[in-house]
């Protein structure tokens, strides 16, 4: 016989226990350990702690200040062109530590790529070659392969319809949400393993948004994203799971459904119903 | 951070007005039901026919709370507490306008009963009405109060009402079998039973959305899933 499910009461009165761990626990692309970082003597964030889920979006929301901007590069060691930044505490990638003496910064950032707020693709560079600069400041000199290589990330970005015809055309010439997603070529084309986008859409009309957005979707099947946005409905809509900043602490991470409709913590709740004040 | 009312004032206000909506359509709906049955036990045509004549205000008032429900979803998309909140109150408008329907129901039923003399098996009504009534009125409280427990002692309760309408029904049809000239006197009183009962189905429903509006959890269908 089955013990049934308690009631709401039941839980309620109960204390809260401590959940069973799981059977299937998603595999982690990243693991942060107790991740402190500093500009000069200023603390931007402290002690976090979190696993990023893989070939899932994780979304990271907080007010302006809190943080967000700061841990998205500390998960490609980008933070560190700001002069005199510190960092305490641990990133793992794929179970090896990204800040190890021994790793290449280019690297990293080689495998895990960044779309920024601003779309910024090279000014002086043709679309074609703004995908493909990255594989020929790798030493990628094969055109064939470059040709493959290029047509595939404007396949995956959802723009080679657009472009293929104008691929000598300056990349600066098309529109902001053509810029963003040749961008999200341009990082797509040295195959990453994961990308990094700093409010991705917040340049953008809400065509070019959605298209992003539903990019994003397609994206995730092959690579992890981490994102951030100030968007409460862009992050419900696209993202697996949200975490919360707050004054540069993790206040709350957890399921985006959990987030949204019954969030743990009151600072997440007053956060994202707008009560924050 | 300690922060209780949203930044954007226009938010809280139609937070508020929906809120105000829902409460004012409660009441009425109370007041409805309360009226049939005082037309029904004090033989009171007035009444009745003031229950149906105040039909007409709670149906209004369900579209309101829809149409104001719909405009923030769209106007602020909401979420978490503010979320559960706009939905359930658009879902008690439903449940409450199908409450004031019983009561204009009965109150037709009681019209009915009224063009004859007094039957004393009407009394068999009054606990019905009784235990009916205390679910809806705690229901609507637990809504107001966010009262998580309160909302699952009344889903609890609703069994007895359904055991009360069936001892009612058995005892009114084996008076249909001992006294038949009064055939539709007994057949209307089992159909204000059974409004009885579908009050207390509703004030279950609205239950269940305090629950969810207080808890975000889904408690419905649980004595069903329990039974099966």
């Known amino acids: 016989m089955t013990t049934p499910e308690p009631t709401a009461v039941e839980r309620v009165e109960r204390p809260v226990e401590p959940l069973p761990a799981e059977e299937s626990v998603p595999a982690r692309t990243f693991e942060v350990k107790n991740l402190s970082i500093w500009y000069g003597e200023k603390r931007a964030i402290e002690g976090v702690t979190m696993d990023i889920a893989s070939k899932a979006v994780t979304a990271i929301i907080g007010p302006s200040g809190c943080g967000k901007s700061t841990f998205l590069r500390a998960l490609n060691r980008m933070h560190e062109l700001v002069p005199k930044t510190r960092l305490e505490g641990t990133v793992l990638l794929q179970g090896e530590d990204l800040y190890s003496s021994n790793v290449d910064p280019a690297i990293v950032r080689r495998r895990v790529g960044m779309v920024f707020q601003k779309s910024n693709p090279f000014p002086t560079m043709s679309i074609g070659e703004n995908v493909v600069i990255g594989l020929k400041l790798n030493g990628v000199r094969d055109r064939r392969f470059l040709n493959e290589r290029l047509e595939k990330s404007l396949r995956m970005a959802a723009l080679w319809d657009e472009v293929k015809d104008d691929l000598h055309k300056p990349g600066t010439s098309l529109s902001g949400g053509q810029q963003q997603r040749l961008c999200i070529a341009r990082a797509l084309a040295v195959e990453p393993e994961v990308v990094l986008m700093d409010e991705p859409c917040s340049a953008l009309d809400p065509i070019a948004t959605a298209k992003i957005e539903e990019l994003i979707y397609e994206l995730k099947s092959k690579y992890t994203i981490v994102t951030v946005t100030h968007n409460m409905q862009q992050a419900g809509r696209i993202s697996d799971y949200t975490a919360f900043f707050y004054l540069g602490r993790l206040i709350e991470f957890g399921e985006t459904t959990k987030i949204f409709t019954h969030p743990s913590e009151r600072q997440t709740e007053d956060y994202i119903t707008g009560r924050f004040g | ?228």
């Open chain 2, 1 to 228: 951070m300690i922060a209780h009312r949203h930044i954007l004032g226009t938010f809280e206000e139609s937070l508020a007005a929906l809120r105000n909506n829902v409460l004012m359509m409660a009441g009425l709906t109370d007041r409805s039901m309360e009226r049939a049955m005082k037309g029904l036990f004090n033989r009171d045509d007035n009444l009745c026919a003031n229950t149906i004549a105040d039909d007409e205000e709670i149906d209004q008032l369900e579209k309101q709370i829809d149409k104001e429900g719909v405009d923030i979803l769209l106007r602020f998309q909401p979420v978490a507490s503010d979320l559960r909140r706009v939905v359930a109150a658009m879902k008690l408008s439903t449940n409450l306008e199908r409450i004031a329907d019983q009561a204009t129901t009965i109150a037709r039923r009681a019209r009915k009963l009224n063009q004859h003399p007094p039957l004393p098996e009407v009394e068999l009504i009054k606990p019905m009405h009784e235990h009916a009534m205390l679910m809806f009125k705690d229901s609507v409280d637990a809504f107001v109060r966010e009262d998580v427990k309160l909302g699952c002692e009344v889903v609890g309760r609703d069994e007895k009402l359904d055991d009360l309408n069936q001892t009612v029904s058995n005892k009114l049809v084996e008076r249909m079998a001992q006294n038949q000239d009064q055939l539709r006197g007994y057949l209307n009183l089992i159909f204000v039973g059974r409004c009885l009962e579908r009050v207390g189905d509703h004030a279950t429903n609205i239950a269940e959305d305090a629950v969810y509006a207080a808890a975000a959890e889904d408690i419905r269908h649980q004595h069903a899933a329990a039974r099966a």
